[in-house]
C-alpha cells in the first residue's frame, strides 16, 4: 500500500517556467513533509520541508503548498533552471516513532533551454 | 566535512553470491537507514537502527541482514536469498531518532549493485 502518491512521474520545464509537483497521502498521522532532491548518481539531498500547520512555506524559488483537508502537498519551482534538472521526492512521516520517512515514488524534472 | 561514504560505488557480483555494501558516517548521528532505489519506485526502507545493538527491519528486508556494531557504521549485506539485487542501495542517517528536528535524513552518495 503506497501512503504517499506523487505526480507526475515525469516533466519537463522550459526555462523560465513552472515547474509543480504534486503529492497526495493518506495517513492523517503524518505531521512532517519534507521534499528531497536528487541529481544522477548522487544521494537525495534535502530541499525544503513543512509542517501541517502551515499552508505555504517559501524558500528561495522552491515553495510548499499543503492542503491539511484535501491531505495534499505541492512544490512549486518558479523561474526554473536547467540546473534544476534533477528527480525530486516528496515524503512524510509521523514524528515521536521511529521517524521512518515513506517516500512517493518520484519525478524527474527536466528543465529545457 | 561531516557525511556519509558508501563504498565501493560500484559493485558487480555473481549469483549466488552474498556481498557486503559499505556505510560509514562521522556527522554523530544516531540513526541510520538503508533505502533500495528502483526505478519508479522511489526509495523502499530496507532496515533501519535507532541505537547501536539494535536494529529493525523496514519494508523490504527480506534477503538482507545488516549490524551496528558502531555508531559510525552500518553496513548491508545482499544475501543469495535475495531475488531482484540490482539496485541502486542508499544510506542515510539523521541526528535524533523520533523528533522532528531529526526527520532530516543526509544520504550517501549511493552504491549501483549489479548482480548477474
Known amino acids: 500500500q503506497q501512503q504517499v502518491k506523487q505526480s507526475p512521474q515525469s516533466l519537463i520545464v522550459q526555462k523560465g517556467g513552472i515547474s509543480i509537483i504534486n503529492c497526495a497521502y493518506e495517513?492523517?498521522?503524518?505531521?512532517?513533509f519534507p521534499w528531497y532532491q536528487q541529481f544522477p548518481g548522487k544521494g537525495p539531498a534535502l530541499l525544503i520541508a513543512?509542517?501541517?500547520?502551515?499552508s505555504e512555506k517559501k524558500e528561495g524559488r522552491f515553495t510548499i503548498s499543503f492542503n491539511k483537508s484535501a491531505k495534499q502537498f505541492s512544490l512549486h519551482i518558479m523561474d526554473s533552471q536547467p540546473g534544476d534538472s534533477a528527480t525530486y521526492f516528496c515524503a512524510a512521516v509521523t514524528t515521536g516513532t521511529a521517524s521512518k520517512l515513506t517516500f512517493g515514488t518520484g519525478t524527474r524534472l527536466q528543465v529545457t533551454l | 566535512d561531516g557525511g556519509i561514504t558508501q563504498s565501493p560505488k560500484y559493485l558487480f557480483r555473481k549469483e549466488g553470491q552474498n556481498v557486503t555494501l559499505s556505510c560509514e558516517q562521522n556527522?554523530?548521528?544516531?540513526?541510520m537507514y538503508w533505502y533500495r532505489q528502483d526505478p519508479g519506485q522511489g526509495l523502499r526502507l530496507i532496515y533501519y537502527s535507532q541505537i547501536v545493538n539494535d536494529f529493525q527491519k523496514g519494508d523490504i528486508a527480506e534477503g538482507y541482514s545488516v549490524s551496528r556494531e558502531k555508531k559510525e557504521s552500518f553496513p548491508l549485506t545482499v544475501t543469495s536469498a535475495q531475488k531482484n539485487p540490482t539496485a541502486f542501495y542508499l544510506c542515510?542517517?539523521?541526528?535524533?531518532?523520533?523528533?522532528?528536528?531529526?526527520?532530516?535524513?543526509?544520504f550517501g552518495n549511493g552504491t549501483r549493485l549489479t548482480v548477474t
Open positions: 513543512i509542517r501541517p500547520d502551515v
Open positions: 542515510a542517517s539523521s541526528r535524533k531518532p523520533g523528533t522532528l528536528e531529526g526527520s532530516p535524513l543526509h
Open positions: 556527522l554523530n548521528h544516531d540513526a
Open positions: 495517513n492523517t498521522a503524518f505531521d512532517y
